[in-house]
């Protein structure tokens, strides 16, 4: 009697630890809605933006400052509100200008204006851990996982690594802050601790062993931790959306007011009082034919040919010829 109702509570609290696993997502399906943002605001004009590498402070993600920046650039084009300057152009920009160091362990380091750069989108990634927390049986029961020896508790059987039934535990936290380098003012931030428990097919990762730690780190490649830092940055710059577009958009109507202004002053300064210029008319003296004021440079932006002395362009709002 006393083994039957020690096996029936066994059962029971085999159904009870599968109550999460059952919950689990489908493969790959964490990063169905990665980089699928809301529509940018209508009007808005798109700052130039560049992603200098980040600090990685965690060890299991050392040498990843490079991959961490190109994940971050590929989301922030995804939004639609930005021009993202590609990382080697960022560098050639800085190099060239002689502003080598002016971002440093993921802060700015010193202010500087950088031409064709209007933000830095600077960061860090705090930490990055993956964890082995359990292994699904093929009956369904959620079993508990010896990470050391890679055995079920109790010794049962050798695991292989399944990744639909390897269970993980993801935290990364990830810091953004979208800086003017001229001032050093930031614009926006925002903060993400990103954890999830779910399987590895889940998170889109291939996991190649279990680390024989205490901590049971999961191993992987460096492309999939890439992948796990994809969602951190995703969430992050969800949060940051709605205060990004409001500011964006200030800074748009400002840069419109601007040109608009401008405009005016042009017209008003080549026909004083509203009255049209005259048209050019030959010149008996010497048969010559008065030349109009020369026209102005296109707009790199749209296209759209500006006034003569137009530094902006009255139709985006871009700089004329920048």
Excluded: W
Excluded at 235 to 240: E, G, W
Excluded at 278 to 292: C, V
Aim: charged share 20%; hydrophobic share 40%; aromatic share 4%.
């Amino acid at each position: 009697m006393h083994i039957k109702i020690t096996t029936t509570l066994l059962l029971l609290a085999a159904l009870a630890g599968c109550q999460t696993t059952g919950q689990s997502a489908g493969a790959n399906s964490l990063s169905v809605n990665v980089g699928r943002y809301s529509v940018p605001p209508s009007g808005l004009v798109r700052p130039r933006v560049g992603v200098p590498p980040m600090q990685v402070g965690s060890d299991a993600s050392a040498g990843m400052e490079h991959l961490a920046s190109d994940q971050l650039s590929t989301l922030l084009v995804r939004t639609e509100r930005f021009d993202v300057v590609e990382r080697g152009q960022l560098q050639m920009l800085l190099d060239e200008q002689d502003l080598e160091g002016i971002v440093a362990d993921g802060e700015m380091a010193r202010p500087a204006e950088v031409q064709g750069i209007d933000y830095l989108l600077v960061g860090k990634v705090t930490n990055l851990r993956t964890k082995a927390t359990r292994i699904r049986s093929n009956s369904g029961f959620g079993q508990l996982v010896n990470v050391t020896t890679k055995h079920f508790v109790g010794g049962l059987a050798a695991v292989d690594i399944d990744n639909e039934r390897l269970e993980m535990q993801v935290d990364c936290g990830v810091d953004l802050r979208l800086v003017d380098p001229s001032s050093g003012r930031v614009i926006d931030a925002s903060f993400s601790e990103y954890t999830r428990t779910d399987t590895a097919s889940a998170f889109g990762v291939q996991a190649m062993g279990v680390g024989a730690n205490a901590d049971a780190d999961v191993e992987m490649s460096q492309n999939d931790r890439g992948l796990i830092l994809r969602l951190a940055f995703d969430d992050a710059l969800r949060n940051m959306l709605p205060s990004l577009d409001r500011k964006l958009m200030e800074r748009s109507q400002e840069i419109q007011a601007a040109a608009r202004a401008e405009a005016g002053d042009v017209a008003e300064s080549v026909a004083p009082g509203g009255a049209q210029p005259a048209t050019a008319t030959p010149n008996a003296s010497d048969g010559q034919t008065a030349s109009d004021s020369p026209a102005g440079a296109f707009c790199t932006k749209c296209g759209t040919q500006s006034a003569s002395g137009h530094t902006f362009c009255a139709n985006c709002g871009s700089k004329v010829g920048g």
